[in-house]
């Protein structure tokens, strides 16, 4: 999630209403990963470090299909 910049509830260009529902591999079965770092980069981008890989999104919270294959690094 992403707070307002006003500080007053979830920002709504982030994601949707302002939370972020992300589901690594669930084509497959897999309907989570333990994150274990956070970070955001120079561009605003978001960068998480979970078990399975990397995974970085987009300032608005979209999955960056950029980052290595479909926005996971394994």
Do not use: C, E, K, W
């Amino acid at each position: 999630f992403r707070m307002a910049a006003d500080g007053q509830g979830l920002d709504p260009a982030f994601g949707t209403s302002g939370t972020v529902l992300f589901r690594y591999n669930q084509s497959q079965g897999n309907n989570y990963d333990y994150f274990y770092g956070m970070g955001v980069d120079p561009t605003d981008r978001i960068v998480v470090s979970g078990s399975s890989g990397q995974y970085r999104f987009s300032p608005s919270g979209q999955p960056d299909a950029g980052h290595r294959t479909a926005s996971v690094a394994p």
